[in-house]
Nanobody
Framework: QVQLVESGGGLVQAGGSLRVSCAVSTRTFSSFNMGWFRQAPGKEREFVAA????????FYADSAKGRFTISRDNAKNAVYLQMNSLKPEDTAVYYC????????????????????WGQGTQVTVSS
């Protein structure tokens, strides 16, 4: 069973930075493409960023491009989301997820391509 635990959320002022982390308990972490999603109050969960198994490829939602960076450390079984220039509209619960698909592709923005999810971490950006 694959378990994901997010951490690092909190309250930050607009324009500030925050890094959220996701610890993944599995012996085969490097076999998973990983993604970050978020859900704001009253809204559906949306894709933020994805990273391939080796960490050599990434892609982002338009809302995250140029501000957020996804990375991973396969030696530590962890994936990260560095968020800079935060805006109040970035306020959401942030979830990491592990895809069941071995292949890499931009379809990884789709939620149902992910088999395992964390419980989420709250990020609040004040204006």
């Amino acid at each position: 069973q694959v378990q994901l635990v997010e951490s690092g959320g909190g309250l930050v002022q607009a324009g500030g930075s925050l890094r959220v982390s996701c610890a993944v308990s599995t012996r085969t972490f490097s076999s998973f493409n990983m993604g970050w999603f978020r859900q704001a109050p009253g809204k559906e969960r949306e894709f933020v960023a994805a990273i391939n198994r080796s960490g050599s490829s990434t892609f982002y939602a338009d809302s995250a491009k140029g501000r957020f960076t996804i990375s991973r450390d396969n030696a530590k079984n962890a994936v990260y989301l560095q968020m800079n220039s935060l805006k109040p509209e970035d306020t959401a619960v942030y979830y990491c997820a592990a895809s069941y698909l071995a292949s890499w592709g931009t379809y990884l923005y789709i939620e149902d391509k992910y088999a395992y999810w964390g419980q989420g971490t709250q990020v609040t950006v004040s204006s």
